[in-house]
Nanobody, 117 residues
Framework: QVQLVESGGGLVQPGGSLSLSCAAS????????MSWYRQAPGKERELVAQ???????NYADSVKGRFTISRDNAKSTVYLQMNSLKVEDTAVYYC???????????WGQGTQVTVSS
């Protein structure tokens, strides 16, 4: 059974930081590209950051220079370090795993991030 379990969300003031984690089980983690998506109320889900199975990373323009994605294959965990948070970063953040050869993908249940004073 595949599980992606996000943690680390919460309430933070503008300019603050949060670190999200996504622990995977039931998959050969090192063979999966891992991504963070987010969905704000009334908006479509959008890609925030992705790290490939060999460690290459890319980011949405809106978070470049503020967010950092990383992975620990030994722990089957992907992280998202979020700094200089803005009100517009408020959303439910989802973890996604995509098999590097395609055809399989899995989603986590999401974790709420709220940026507010």
């Amino acid at each position: 059974q595949v599980q992606l379990v996000e943690s680390g969300g919460g309430l933070v003031q503008p300019g603050g930081s949060l670190s999200l984690s996504c622990a995977a089980s039931g998959i050969a983690f090192s063979k999966y590209h891992m991504s963070w998506y987010r969905q704000a109320p009334g908006k479509e889900r959008e890609l925030v950051a992705q790290i490939t199975h060999i460690g290459g990373a890319n980011y949405a323009d809106s978070v470049k220079g503020r967010f950092t994605i990383s992975r620990d294959n030994a722990k089957s965990t992907v992280y998202l370090q979020m700094n200089s948070l803005k009100v517009e970063d408020t959303a439910v953040y989802y973890c996604k795993a995509d098999y590097f050869l395609g055809s399989r993908d899995y989603w986590g249940q999401g974790t709420q991030v709220t940026v507010s004073s």
